[in-house]
């Protein structure tokens, strides 16, 4: 032994065979005799510190393969060979897993708590050891749930999770919210996707009923090449998200010029130093007598866009010209030969020039704006029927088309090209590019009244990838984010998409060694190939030969040729 059997610093315990075994063997049922005992070891657990000593045992039964190694299948107080208890490890699960600590919480926790000695090392690398070990339990939970379901409605999208690493890849049953499956790709195409659905499919032994996406074009490729039968539900948030980029870039051309006017006031660039003189009152400065409208306008300036709800430039534009009138108002009370009258009157000039130069941009947007609430209202209305809703947004769509070409009789949206939101693009533009837009979408935005549940976006699946990042986020510096995200990032959207028993079930009951060492050696793995990827200090930089080799000796070929 390596200590002492009695100590007032330390309970030494010796583990025997389990008493529930009768000294039986656990494979072959025949009797197990002693062997020897190890040199014990001092395990630190939340009660105190424990001297475990094994006993271990072998099979009497030479035909029995227990018989050529030792063993002892009681449970022991240490976890994983290393110095800290069990129990510890299930304390940094439930910590980890209800309470979302991070490292530094449960190490301090730990330390105030249980006076546990603890370095920060090994926190992290316990951590990790949790984080894997529920993954993976997570995953065998998921199958379980849609053997019994019988069936999966697919969600699949990808993140970058930044710098130089392969993004993910996250494919979801959108029924039971479970994470199916977690992909690394450095590129893909629409044949490694439909391989990766042949694995997830041959995986779970059922059938997909469906699809969700957001219309990546790997995705409706892969679809409308393999899965054509499959209906295939277009994400209907992603379809009004672009089509309202659009309107809010258009919204940006009224916001962007109030907002340098304002900016360009007298009243708010005057000199706070420089002192002139104001009848009745004295010397102040300018900034100084206009402080209180300076302090409105800049106010004015800090609204931002409710996504799908509300525009600024809009807001904006209604406000300041209220503003405007109201200090007019104001201004024909006061005496004309006041220096204050006379500032005041500049004022509201500088700000109704802006304002006649967006009138006609702001009127576009104002309609715009009316149109997509009322296309936005029928797609929320569940009271009508696929062909009803359909029917509905063709005539808005067709009014949206006819108001362009009544403004411009060129505009033909069968002719035009698809383009990202933009700031240059005309009103005209953004009307036919909308009308594009619902051409494109409209196979694929009802597919939905295909499925057992009406799910009509992949939203569950994009919310994941942001609540998997918030969480690494609170862990780690934002500069480390990318590197966690790349190797840890697909255990934590299975955590982040499972029931809070599972997360609540005892770690150290699904715990095993070998399962444990494996997806360390993964991690492993994975961290070296990621680090490698952002250490531009070691890399190789000799690629210059590649272009030497596809143009200098490419025509000295030709050369020998002419010759």
């Given at each position: 032994?390596?200590?002492?059997?009695?100590?007032?610093?330390?309970?030494?315990?010796?583990?025997?065979?389990?008493?529930?075994?009768?000294?039986?063997?656990?494979?072959?049922?025949?009797?197990?005799?002693?062997?020897?005992?190890?040199?014990?070891?001092?395990?630190?657990?939340?009660?105190?510190?424990?001297?475990?000593?094994?006993?271990?045992?072998?099979?009497?039964?030479?035909?029995?393969?227990?018989?050529?190694?030792?063993?002892?299948?009681?449970?022991?107080?240490d976890y994983s060979g290393r110095h800290f208890g069990a129990d510890v490890f299930r304390f940094f699960s439930r910590e980890f897993l209800l309470f979302d600590s991070k490292p530094s919480q449960i190490l301090k926790r730990l330390k105030y708590e249980h006076h546990l000695d603890i370095s920060g090392d090994t926190v992290r690398r316990i951590y990790e050891?949790?984080?894997?070990?529920?993954?993976?339990?997570?995953?065998?939970?998921?199958?379980?749930?849609?053997?019994?379901?019988?069936?999966?409605?697919?969600?699949?999208?990808?993140?970058?999770?930044?710098?130089?690493?392969?993004?993910?890849?996250?494919?979801?049953?959108?029924?039971?919210?479970?994470?199916?499956?977690?992909?690394?790709?450095?590129?893909?195409?629409?044949?490694?996707?439909?391989?990766?659905?042949?694995?997830?499919?041959?995986?779970?032994?059922?059938?997909?009923?469906?699809?969700?996406?957001?219309?990546?074009?790997?995705?409706?490729?892969?679809?409308?090449?393999?899965?054509?039968?499959?209906?295939?539900?277009?994400?209907?948030?992603?379809?009004?998200?672009?089509?309202?980029?659009?309107?809010?870039?258009?919204?940006?051309?009224?916001?962007?010029?109030?907002?340098?006017?304002?900016?360009?006031?007298?009243?708010?660039?005057?000199?706070?130093?420089?002192?002139?003189?104001?009848?009745n009152v004295g010397k102040v400065s300018v900034r100084e007598a206009f402080e209180n409208t300076d302090k409105d306008l800049q106010t004015m300036l800090k609204v931002k866009n409710k996504t799908l709800k509300e525009l600024r430039g809009t807001w904006l534009y209604e406000t300041v010209e209220k503003y405007a009138n109201d200090m007019d108002s104001a201004?024909?009370?006061?005496?004309?030969?006041?220096?204050?009258?006379?500032?005041?009157?500049?004022?509201?000039?500088?700000?109704?020039?802006?304002?006649?130069?967006?009138?006609?941009?702001?009127?576009?947007?104002?309609?715009?704006?009316?149109?997509?609430?009322?296309?936005?209202?029928?797609?929320?209305?569940?009271?009508?029927?696929?062909?009803?809703?359909?029917?509905?947004?063709?005539?808005?769509?067709?009014?949206?088309?006819?108001?362009?070409?009544?403004?411009?009789?060129?505009?033909?949206?069968?002719?035009?090209?698809?383009?990202?939101?933009?700031?240059?693009?005309?009103?005209?533009?953004?009307?036919?590019?909308?009308?594009?837009?619902?051409?494109?979408?409209?196979?694929?935005?009802?597919?939905?009244?295909?499925?057992?549940r009406a799910i009509k976006t992949n939203m569950d699946l994009e919310k994941g990838f942001s609540v998997q990042k918030q969480a690494i986020f609170s862990r780690v510096a934002k500069a480390n984010v990318w590197r966690m995200v790349a190797t840890r990032g697909e255990d934590y959207l299975r955590i982040k998409h499972c029931e809070l028993d599972e997360l609540?079930?005892?770690?150290?009951?699904?715990?095993?060694?070998?399962?444990?060492?494996?997806?360390?050696?993964?991690?492993?793995?994975?961290?070296?190939?990621?680090?490698?990827?952002?250490?531009?200090?070691?890399?190789?930089?000799?690629?210059?030969?590649?272009?030497?080799?596809?143009?200098?000796?490419?025509?000295?070929?030709?050369?020998?040729?002419?010759?």
């Amino acid at each position: 032994m390596n200590r002492k059997t009695y100590s007032e610093d330390y309970d030494t315990i010796r583990i025997s065979y389990p008493p529930g075994l009768n000294n039986k063997c656990i494979t072959c049922g025949n009797d197990v005799s002693y062997c020897y005992s190890d040199n014990g070891k001092l395990v630190h657990t939340l009660e105190g510190d424990i001297y475990q000593v094994v006993n271990y045992y072998f099979c009497a039964n030479r035909d029995c393969e227990m018989s050529k190694i030792v063993f002892n299948p009681s449970p022991r107080f240490d976890y994983s060979g290393r110095h800290f208890g069990a129990d510890v490890f299930r304390f940094f699960s439930r910590e980890f897993l209800l309470f979302d600590s991070k490292p530094s919480q449960i190490l301090k926790r730990l330390k105030y708590e249980h006076h546990l000695d603890i370095s920060g090392d090994t926190v992290r690398r316990i951590y990790e050891d949790v984080l894997k070990l529920k993954s993976l339990k997570i995953d065998e939970k998921t199958k379980e749930i849609i053997q019994e379901q019988g069936f999966i409605l697919l969600g699949l999208d990808g993140q970058d999770p930044g710098g130089d690493a392969p993004s993910i890849w996250c494919f979801m049953d959108l029924i039971s919210n479970r994470i199916l499956a977690t992909r690394k790709f450095d590129s893909l195409d629409y044949k490694t996707l439909r391989k990766t659905i042949e694995e997830i499919e041959k995986l779970y032994d059922v059938k997909i009923i469906g699809w969700v996406s957001d219309k990546q074009s790997v995705i409706t490729k892969c679809h409308d090449e393999y899965y054509s039968d499959v209906p295939h539900q277009y994400c209907q948030f992603h379809f009004l998200r672009n089509t309202w980029r659009h309107l809010s870039a258009l919204d940006s051309r009224v916001y962007l010029p109030l907002k340098k006017a304002i900016n360009d006031l007298y009243i708010h660039n005057a000199s706070p130093n420089s002192k002139v003189h104001f009848e009745n009152v004295g010397k102040v400065s300018v900034r100084e007598a206009f402080e209180n409208t300076d302090k409105d306008l800049q106010t004015m300036l800090k609204v931002k866009n409710k996504t799908l709800k509300e525009l600024r430039g809009t807001w904006l534009y209604e406000t300041v010209e209220k503003y405007a009138n109201d200090m007019d108002s104001a201004r024909i009370t006061l005496d004309p030969t006041y220096r204050f009258t006379k500032i005041m009157s500049k004022t509201i000039t500088s700000l109704k020039e802006p304002l006649d130069e967006v009138k006609q941009l702001y009127e576009d947007v104002k309609s715009l704006f009316v149109r997509f609430q009322e296309i936005r209202a029928i797609f929320g209305d569940e009271s009508l029927s696929r062909n009803a809703k359909v029917k509905k947004l063709d005539r808005a769509y067709e009014k949206i088309l006819a108001t362009a070409k009544e403004r411009d009789p060129t505009t033909n949206w069968e002719e035009s090209r698809s383009f990202l939101p933009s700031k240059k693009k005309s009103a005209m533009e953004i009307m036919g590019e909308w009308c594009r837009l619902w051409r494109s979408y409209l196979p694929g935005l009802f597919q939905y009244y295909n499925f057992p549940r009406a799910i009509k976006t992949n939203m569950d699946l994009e919310k994941g990838f942001s609540v998997q990042k918030q969480a690494i986020f609170s862990r780690v510096a934002k500069a480390n984010v990318w590197r966690m995200v790349a190797t840890r990032g697909e255990d934590y959207l299975r955590i982040k998409h499972c029931e809070l028993d599972e997360l609540a079930s005892d770690i150290v009951l699904q715990y095993s060694e070998e399962v444990v060492k494996q997806l360390r050696a993964e991690l492993s793995s994975s961290i070296k190939e990621i680090s490698a990827m952002g250490r531009a200090r070691s890399k190789l930089y000799e690629r210059f030969d590649v272009d030497v080799i596809h143009y200098y000796r490419q025509n000295k070929r030709k050369k020998e040729a002419a010759i």
